[in-house]
């Protein structure tokens, strides 16, 4: 079985920074695309930025030029750099992967979430 974990959520004031982890495990032969996604209170859940495996990117435009991911293809993890966080970042982060296994399976896999509040 594949799993996601994430980490690094919390709370900080308005301008701080967090950075994100998200590790895979089990039985993976690659990734393809991984990124991350948040939800909102009261809010369905959005893209924030993916990442191929060749190291393509696409952020959504909230959020362009205050984040940064980045992905460690040895260790089968990707990382999200939040810089100039604002209130309305305030959401649970998903992680998420296109993960290929070694039986031949390919499917979206998602982690459990991670919260970040921001606020003073």
């Known amino acids: 079985q594949v799993q996601l974990v994430e980490s690094g959520g919390g709370l900080v004031q308005p301008g701080g920074s967090l950075r994100l982890s998200c590790a895979a495990s089990?039985?993976?032969?690659?990734?393809?695309?991984m990124g991350w996604y948040r939800q909102a209170p009261g809010k369905e859940r959005e893209l924030v930025v993916v990442?191929?495996?060749?190291?393509?990117?696409n952020y959504t435009d909230s959020v362009k030029g205050r984040f940064t991911i980045s992905r460690n293809n040895a260790k089968n993890t990707v990382y999200l750099q939040m810089n100039s966080l604002k209130p309305e970042d305030t959401a649970v982060y998903y992680c998420?992967?296109?993960?290929?296994?070694?039986?031949?399976?390919?499917?979206?896999?998602w982690g459990q979430g991670t919260q970040v509040t921001v606020s003073s």
């Open positions: 998420n992967a296109d993960v290929s296994t070694y039986d031949g399976s390919r499917y979206r896999s």
């Open positions: 089990g039985s993976i032969f690659s990734i393809n695309v």
């Open positions: 990442i191929t495996n060749d190291g393509v990117t």
